[in-house]
């Protein structure tokens, strides 16, 4: 089974900060790595697939980037309702999650 | 649009069989190329897949709960199901169905809460 490592585990940050989210692989997956947004008591969002893609309907402040086992998602001005858990996601395995803060 | 409801007990007493079913409406599960999947979170944690029923019929688990678990699907009444056996508190979670494709979920239920409980 593919390891989705996720970093950092938790982070504080104001609205307007940029925010960056990591997650490596333990085998290289190419460019098939999914971005999802989780709110309290909600399923997961898509917000990011192969990689890069932005999903229809998703603020363009969302943006992925990456291949092989480095794949980053970056917020590009956090807005208050983006303060959310994010999970990487790669076929049958999920990332443990980075959960964003207000600061 | 797809959407899935999931629906079954959300009380389940220690070492019986926790039966869930999802709901599929907007699109048939014998649509090429989905994948029917069952998600859980336990409470304050992250995402544990559990496992799949492909369009074609195949399944695929998750290593971990392969020997207690099985999906199976009713197309004609575009529902697919989760039984999950000899349970403990440690499968008290939140039962997220979803569907994807190639691997990406687009399509979630809105989960389903557990208790494992006597």
């Known amino acids: 089974d593919i390891q989705m490592t996720q970093s950092p585990s938790s982070l504080s940050a104001s609205v307007g900060d940029r925010v960056t989210i990591t997650c490596q692989t333990s085998q290289d997956i190419s460019h098939f790595l999914n971005w999802y947004q989780q709110k309290a008591g909600k399923a997961p969002k898509l917000l990011i697939y192969d990689a890069s893609s932005l999903e229809t309907g998703v603020p363009s402040r969302f943006s992925g980037s990456g291949s092989g086992t480095h794949f980053t998602l970056t917020i590009s001005s956090l807005q208050p309702e983006d303060f959310a858990t994010y999970y990487c996601?790669?076929?049958?395995?999920f990332g443990g999650g980075t959960k964003v803060e207000i600061k | 649009q797809l959407q899935l409801q999931e629906s079954g007990s959300g009380l389940v007493k220690p070492s019986q069989t926790l039966s869930l079913t999802c709901t599929v409406s907007g699109g048939s599960i014998n649509s090429g190329g989905y994948s029917w999947n069952w998600i859980r979170q336990s409470p304050g944690k992250g995402l544990e897949w559990i496992g799949y029923i492909h369009h074609t019929e195949s399944t695929h688990y998750n290593p971990s709960l392969k020997s207690r678990v099985t999906i199976s699907a009713d197309r004609s009444k575009t529902q697919f199901s989760l039984e999950m056996r000899s349970v403990t508190a440690a499968d008290t979670a939140v039962y997220f169905c979803?569907?994807?494709?190639?691997?990406?979920?687009?399509?979630w239920g809105q989960g389903i809460l557990v208790t494992v409980s006597s």
């Open positions: 996601q790669q076929y049958a395995s």
């Open positions: 979803a569907a994807d494709m190639r691997g990406v979920v687009r399509h």
